[in-house]
Structure formats: C-alpha cells, structure tokens
C-alpha cells in the first residue's frame, strides 16, 4: 500500500549524503569517527543489523533528526523490519518521549515547590 508522503525521502537522503561528503572532504577525522562510531555494534555483532536499525530509527525519533530518519528508516526496511515492527519500535520511542516528558514535570514541579520557599 503506497501512502502519501510528507517529504521526498528519497532525494533529501541523496542531499544529505551529498553534503556529508563535502564535510568528508573538509574534515575527514570528524566523519570518519562518526563511521567508526556508527559501525561499532556491527563489528561485535551481539545485535542483529534488524534491531539495530530499530533502535537507530527510534532514537532518530527521540532526537527529532530527519536525517537519521531518512537513513535508518531505509535501512530498516533493508535489514528486513516489517512495517509492524517499525511502529512497535516507534510506540517505544512514543513511550520514552512520554516518560521523559513525565520525569521532568516531577522536576519542574519539585522547582515551583522551592520558588515558593
């Protein structure tokens, strides 16, 4: 089932790679420690590239990143993640955000009880 999409995907991936290899160009130590960072989980191999993906995505979510987004969300499909899966990794990220979102009301809570001291 094709759905209608909010962004062209395709091309921003193709754009931001092209910009990530002008910044190689640049500054190559920077994007290659982010490689050697981003390959890490593969190389020891306790995750499969599916789950990794997973997370990767959900995180992108949390973090509000387009561009891991638009990589991690090609890669899943790759890796073989069904759309079912994608969405239950998502309700996760979904969950966390919440659950952020709860800890740090406690705190501005626990703040607006000291303003009153």
Aim: proline fraction near 1%.
């Amino acid at each position: 089932m094709k759905t209608m999409s909010m962004m062209d995907w395709d091309a921003y991936r193709k754009q931001l790679m092209a910009g990530i290899g002008d910044l190689k160009q640049l500054s190559p130590d920077t994007v290659a420690g982010y490689m050697t960072a981003s390959g890490a989980g593969a190389k020891t191999n306790h995750l499969d590239a599916k789950t990794r993906e997973l997370i990767s995505l959900a995180v992108a979510v949390t973090t509000r990143c387009d561009g891991c987004i638009a990589v991690h969300s090609q890669q899943a499909v790759k890796a073989g993640a069904s759309r079912e899966e994608i969405a239950e990794a998502l309700g996760v990220a979904v969950a966390m955000n919440a659950g952020a979102a709860l800890v740090y009301s406690a705190r501005a809570m626990d703040a607006v009880g000291k303003a009153n001291d």
